[in-house]
């Protein structure tokens, strides 16, 4: 079975740096774009950025670009978005996802809460 | 950037009816087109690519269509099940998503 498993909610305080992960398998994870989905509470869906993990290519959308990282790991086909320095707007679901016709395949989203 | 319109925001549906969802770009994008569905509480589900084609496992009652920057996705009947939040995406020049569009029951 073909899965993306993201790791657990996260409470965190400002300023504080976070990095959270996205675990494929049951298909070859350096052959697909996994791409990065930000839901602020009560919105929709935005587009964060995207990786290739099979030569680690990325590209951010320009509201986050600066803002996040975006890396993977093929050793572990895991992929990884991080914060530097977490803002309390930064509080929000984000989904991993696989790019294959359409995003075919997601994450169950990871929470973050950023609060003082 | 790309900019995703979908009208209308909220619509309100029976049970049965046929329903029609609309999504604009900015600019074409071809037919590279989908269309997700959400949930409360879930992540969402793609249910049409290549602006017109199924993914599998969707039921036939789903059907989309358009190129270039006008499309649809139309629900022959709706099911109980059907009502959530649809969003469009095209994926030509990256990604960007619409903002939703909100079906709920009458």
């Known amino acids: 079975e073909v899965q993306l498993v993201q790791s657990g909610a996260e409470v965190k305080k400002p300023g504080e740096s976070l990095k959270i992960s996205c675990k494929g398998s049951g298909y070859n994870f350096t052959n697909y774009w996994l791409a990065w989905v930000r839901q602020m509470p009560g919105k929709g869906l935005e587009w964060v950025g995207v990786i290739y993990p099979g030569d680690s290519e990325t590209r951010y959308s320009p509201s986050f670009q600066g803002q996040v990282t975006i890396s993977a790991d093929k050793s572990s086909s895991s992929a990884y978005l991080q914060w530097s320095s977490l803002q309390a707007s930064d509080t929000a679901m984000y989904y991993c996802t696989r790019h294959h016709f359409g995003m075919d395949v997601w994450g169950h989203g990871t929470t973050v809460t950023v609060s003082s | 950037e790309i900019v995703m319109t979908q009208s209308p925001a909220t619509l309100s549906v029976s049970p049965g009816e046929r329903v029609t969802l609309s999504c604009r770009a900015s600019?074409?994008?071809?037919?590279?087109l989908a269309w997700y569905q959400q949930k409360p509480g879930q992540a969402p589900r793609l249910l049409i690519y290549?602006?017109?084609t199924r993914a599998t496992g969707v039921p036939a009652r789903f059907s989309g269509s358009g190129s270039g920057t006008e499309f649809t996705l139309t629900v022959s009947s709706l099911q109980s099940e059907d009502f959530a939040v649809y969003y469009c995406q095209q994926y030509n020049n990256w990604y960007t998503f619409g903002q939703g569009t909100k079906l709920e029951i009458k």
């Open positions: 290549s602006a017109s």
């Open positions: 600019q074409s994008v071809s037919n590279s």
